[in-house]
């Protein structure tokens, strides 16, 4: 074989492995270009937003979003042979009025209707004035001389409240089996909802003050994405979490509870760490002091965020010359009772529709704490004493 053969052969099998080499190179060039997959990509957004608030209680919640709707007053039985009642503990504000030896509560809703609730009993010529600045609420009572009746029916008239009573929506109402009339009347407050609420009728306004307080709903998004040769695929996750922050100190001195005399009634309130509120008791003829706590028919005990003990004048009835007559409209002294504190002041309502200020002694006015409140209407002198820290205890341990 000749030289020149030679370099033939080898310079061809030099270009045909240049050949090779490259298609190999750019077919596995090619193969990890084509399996090769991007990185996962994440993104993560926060949102913070306030929450709408209740207006009765100061409570932020985002159900307060929901339809609007009048509040429900409703007229509750107080005497031995109506405890337990019935969604006591459910009512954004309670007032405690004087009747004829013993106490009557006016129950106010919204935030919860709670059903059923009751007994349901008798309107006063108390409540009147006692409801003007709830913006028309519904009024939920049975029976009243006829004297009552006109009065309720002129409220009507004038707008101050709708008459929601036995009489005009008996369908929401029922007579329970476990107890003697008249004791046993119970209402479907969503019943009286729907069959008495004006319509396009909104919510009540504010009537207290509230802590300010900080609530906002955080919302975080975090998506995911991530690809194969097949098939592209990406995941969003959304978590809201309410964070709440209370911004505001309080005036008045700490106070473990008091005790309150109501005439033929007396009632304690202590202050209880674990439910952030003032557990109640009352001793009557059926519950001596080792069962005198507050219960509802849950046995859940009564223990409001606020006390308010707001002393006023009576009258009397214009209907019935036995009824006391809370005036409502004036001023006064009054103390509150909140977040383990009591605050000493002066409470004043310049009119019927407008709502009751409270003003501490250095002339602040009174913030509540977000929550239900219960509102005590004594007589002018009637004995209030704070319990001492023993005796404090001892009540708190009672549970029936």
Do not use: C
């Amino acid at each position: 074989m000749t030289r020149k053969k030679l370099a033939l052969i080898i310079g061809g099998a030099a270009a045909a492995l240049l050949l090779v080499g490259g298609a190999v190179f750019a077919l596995t060039r090619s193969d990890s270009t084509k399996s090769a997959e991007p990185e996962p990509t994440t993104s993560t957004t926060t949102t913070t937003a306030p929450l709408p608030v209740w207006p009765l209680t100061g409570v932020a919640d985002a159900k307060a979003s929901g339809p609007a709707h009048p509040a429900i007053v409703v007229k509750m039985d107080n005497s031995s042979d109506a405890r337990p009642q019935t969604g006591i503990n459910e009512a954004d504000i309670v007032y405690e009025l004087l009747v004829e030896g013993i106490t009557r509560y006016a129950l106010v809703f919204h935030s919860n209707l709670a059903d059923p609730v009751g007994p349901v009993r008798s309107a006063r010529s108390s409540d009147i004035d006692l409801v003007a600045d709830l913006s028309t609420p519904l009024f939920v009572w049975s029976g009243a001389n006829d004297g009552v009746i006109g009065e309720v029916n002129a409220a009507a008239r004038k707008g101050i409240l709708t008459d929601a009573s036995y009489n005009a929506t008996a369908p929401a109402y029922y007579r329970s089996n476990d107890r003697e009339a008249p004791h046993n009347l119970y209402a479907h407050l969503p019943q009286v909802l729907q069959l008495k609420a004006p319509e396009k009728q909104g919510n009540p306004a504010p009537i207290f003050n509230f802590r300010k307080v900080v609530t906002a709903a955080v919302t975080t998004t975090t998506s995911s994405s991530s690809s194969t040769t097949s098939k592209k695929s990406a995941t969003t996750t959304t978590t809201t979490v309410p964070t709440t922050t209370t911004t505001t100190t309080l005036p008045g001195a700490p106070s473990p509870g008091f005790t309150l005399d109501l005439g033929g009634v007396a009632v304690d309130y202590v202050w209880n760490p674990t439910t952030k509120g003032w557990s109640r008791l009352q001793v009557d003829g059926s519950h001596p002091r080792p069962k005198s706590a507050t219960l509802d028919t849950a046995g859940v005990q009564v223990s409001p965020a606020n006390v308010i003990v707001q002393f006023i004048d009576y009258g009397q009835s214009p209907s019935d010359s036995r009824s006391p007559m809370a005036l409502t409209v004036g001023s006064g002294k009054m103390l509150v009772f909140t977040d383990g504190r009591i605050i000493s002041g002066t409470w004043s309502r310049p009119a019927a529709d407008k709502p009751t200020t409270y003003t501490a002694d250095d002339g602040t006015p009174i913030l509540l704490s977000p929550g239900r409140t219960w509102v005590e209407l004594p007589r002018i002198g009637s004995p209030i004493s704070v319990l001492d820290q023993a005796t404090a205890d001892s009540y708190l341990a009672i549970k029936g």
